[in-house]
Structure formats: C-alpha cells, structure tokens
C-alpha cells in the first residue's frame, strides 16, 4: 500500500479534520523514528497514518481498532500493518513485541499533548516549542486531561528512549508537517 491510497482510505472514513491532523503527526513521528533506526519509513509511516482510521465509527476501546482490522484486511493493507495497528489498542491481545509496534504505541499519546501544549503558546507554533514547555504542562493535571500521561511515560518507556528525548524527537517530527496541521503559528520555520 502506499500513502496515497493510505490516505484516500483515512478521507473516506474519518471527516473530523484535528482527527485526521493527529493521524498525520503519528505517521511524521513513524517516519522520524523509522530513519532514525533505518528501518522502512514508509510501512512506518503508513501504519501511524491508518492507526485511528476507525475511530470515527468504532468509537470506544472496546471496538477500536479491534472492529476496524477487517476493513484493512479487505482493502488489502499488509498484515504487519494491521497487526501494529491492532497492538496499540490496550484491549486487543496483540502484543507489542517488535519495534514498529512499540513505535506507534509511544508515538500516539504524546502527539496530543505536544499539539495541545503548542495550541496555548502566544505562538501556536510547534516551531519554538521545548521539552521543557512541555514538562511544565505535564505537572498541571488539569491542561489536556484526556492526555494520558502514565501511558505516554510507560509507551517512551517500552519503546527504550528517556520521556523528555522522546518529546524533543516528537516536538522535530511534527515541525515537519507544521504549516499543514495548522501548527506553524505565527513564527517562521529555521
């Protein structure tokens, strides 16, 4: 499958668009950490870019993505794919035992909490924004509650890069696609 058509099937099923923007910062993240490692960045890429495709019709925990994996099957998306897809849910039984999954499952929650956190700046930019910025929102409970923090430190954790590396890598794989998902802000890219 390539991007193109991976995309097409994200635009036939998800229409709310900072859905759509935050399936977009998985995949930079994907593809970040696939050249960083030398492994495939396009399978990487394309996995974080269909990895909440069902969201929008399977929206609970208990049917997503575990609903969604016969639709990729059908549309013919490789299983090493779905599989990755299918072991970032936490009700699936797919284990994440291999470095993809690990990936994605590391790369998802905290793409929340960074747009978030950029979204407050005077800014709106992910262009000056720091780990640091970060850090001092993650103490405040309250900003982005649907950020699930314990997730996102146990996520870096498995994936076997520090919390705040991890953020910094995320925070570079997003100013990639700024201008696109509308985080680009006021400022100019270096």
Aim: hydrophobic fraction near 45%.
């Amino acid at each position: 499958m390539d991007r193109e058509t991976a995309l097409r099937l994200v635009r036939e099923f998800i229409k709310n668009e900072n859905l759509v923007n935050h399936m977009l910062c998985v995949e930079a993240a994907m593809r970040f950490y696939a050249q960083k490692l030398n492994e495939d960045v396009d399978l990487w890429g394309i996995t974080g870019l269909l990895h909440d495709f069902d969201w929008e019709i399977h929206p609970t925990l208990e049917e997503h993505p575990t609903a969604g994996a016969p639709i990729l099957e059908e549309r013919g998306v490789p299983q090493e794919i779905i599989l990755a897809i299918l072991s970032h849910g936490v009700n699936t039984g797919v284990p994440r035992n291999n470095l993809m999954r690990k990936a994605l499952f590391a790369c998802d929650e905290i793409t929340g909490l960074v747009t978030a956190v950029a979204l407050v700046r005077p800014s709106r930019s992910l262009y000056d924004l720091t780990a640091s910025s970060v850090k001092k929102k993650w103490k405040d409970r309250a900003f982005a509650a649907g950020a699930n923090r314990e997730e996102i430190a146990q996520s870096a954790e498995e994936f076997g890069v520090e919390l705040w590396e991890h953020v910094d890598n995320i925070i570079l794989a997003m100013r990639v696609i700024a201008p696109q998902i509308g985080l680009a802000g006021n400022l100019q890219q270096n």
